[in-house]
């Protein structure tokens, strides 16, 4: 069965520093990738996706994602965090119409 | 942009009541879907829906059912509700593409607690 890893439940980080959420994927078979954002008391918001081309997928605010296939991973990164980006990360695998997802990375900033 | 309409954001219930969460979606969109949040756990499927009428089972449908009479409203049931069904209900929309590459939308979902 297909099953997604975020490794780090929590991750505390200053406001402007660097930060990488972790996501690993179990597949055989080639998959759709995504990340999912839930700031609090909201359900989620797709962050951004992988389908083809590319391994590096962007977000339109500054966050991004490289699809890994040979460590099957999707890691999220992003070079400057703000206040603003406190919320809960999911990643998510696609084999089919139903999405799997991981158990959620809750990212802190600090000012 | 797509709406997803989750009825109430908070309710409240007693033990063996029988619980209905709603949703609606304006986008036409075929797929459905009910999740479950808890801490630690992270979103566990309970039921899919890919056309009226249509219903598949997820990873955790027990205690629960769903109705698909129209497109746009997707019904979760809880038949007889338990305490350990105290938890934050999420439901989401999507195009079908068979091969999983149209992302879902998510309504705010409904905090339910049992009491």
């Known amino acids: 069965a297909q099953s997604v890893t975020q490794l780090d439940s929590q991750v505390p980080v200053f406001e402007e520093a660097p930060v990488e959420l972790r996501c690993n994927y179990s597949?055989?078979?080639?998959?759709?990738l995504f990340w999912y954002v839930q700031y609090p008391n909201q359900g989620l918001q797709l962050l951004l996706k992988?389908?083809?081309?590319?391994?590096l997928v962007e977000s339109i605010n500054g966050f991004e994602a490289e699809f890994n296939k040979s460590q099957t991973s999707f890691h999220l990164r992003k070079p400057s965090v703000h206040i603003s980006d406190t919320a809960e990360y999911f990643c998510?695998?696609?084999?089919?119409?139903?999405?799997?997802f991981g158990t959620g990375t809750r990212l802190q900033v600090f000012p | 942009d797509v709406k997803v309409t989750q009825s109430s954001r908070y309710l409240v219930k007693r033990t063996g009541e029988k619980v209905f969460l709603e949703c609606v979606q304006d986008?036409?969109?075929?797929?459905m879907f009910w999740y479950r949040q808890d801490p630690g756990l992270g979103l566990r499927l309970i039921y899919f829906?890919?056309?009226?009428?249509?219903?598949e089972k997820g990873d955790i449908p027990e205690g629960y059912s769903v109705s698909r009479e129209k497109k746009e409203r997707f019904s979760l049931i809880l038949e007889s509700a338990s305490t350990n069904q105290t938890s934050m209900y999420l439901c989401?929309?999507?195009?079908?593409?068979?091969?999983?590459?149209?992302?879902?939308?998510f309504g705010d979902g409904t905090r339910l607690s049992i009491l």
């Open positions: 986008m036409d969109h075929e797929n």
């Open positions: 989401a929309s999507s195009l079908w593409a068979g091969g999983g590459n149209q992302p879902q939308h």
């Open positions: 992988y389908l083809s081309g590319s391994t």
């Open positions: 829906s890919y056309d009226v009428k249509m219903k």
């Open positions: 998510a695998v696609a084999p089919t119409d139903k999405l799997i």
């Open positions: 597949s055989s078979v080639s998959v759709y």
